[in-house]
């Protein structure tokens, strides 16, 4: 029964560590400040709305921060042209949102993979976001 009781320790530790571990992996990098641009509201006005985001970049490794860093404001001019040319639409709605988040994954995995030949970057999170 003891050595049972062992086993299953050991294993669930075994386990346990190796979950750790995968998560240590990550790593993010935030850019600062918050972007800051505008969107073109619809309408026959033609009136501008502004956007507030807080964009942070997962990394597979604690090691591509340096390159991340390196490359920051390439990525910053990405995310600013993508944000900046967003539809209404796409700014308020929680799938537009999300449809403008994957556009700033692909766009800086493609410069990261031409600048470095590592696409590098895995996530591209939105912490805060903010319009008017």
């Known amino acids: 029964m003891k050595l049972l009781i062992t086993v299953l320790a050991s294993i669930f530790l075994w386990f346990s560590s190796v979950s750790a571990a995968s998560a240590q992996d990550v790593a993010y990098y935030g850019f600062e400040p918050d972007i800051t641009t505008n969107y073109l ?17 997962m990394v597979p490794d604690p090691s591509y921060i340096s390159v991340v860093e390196h490359h920051a404001p390439l990525l910053r001019n990405a995310f600013v042209s993508i944000l900046s040319t967003a539809t209404e639409r796409q700014v308020r709605t929680m799938t537009g949102r999300d449809q403008l988040r994957l556009k700033c994954v692909e766009r800086a995995k493609e410069l990261m993979k ?19």
């Open 41 to 57: 509201k619809e309408g026959n006005d033609y009136r501008l709305g502004f956007i507030r985001v807080a964009v942070e970049v």
């Open 114 to 132: 031409q600048e470095t030949g590592n696409p590098v970057i895995r996530d591209v999170i939105f912490t805060k976001y903010l319009y008017q």
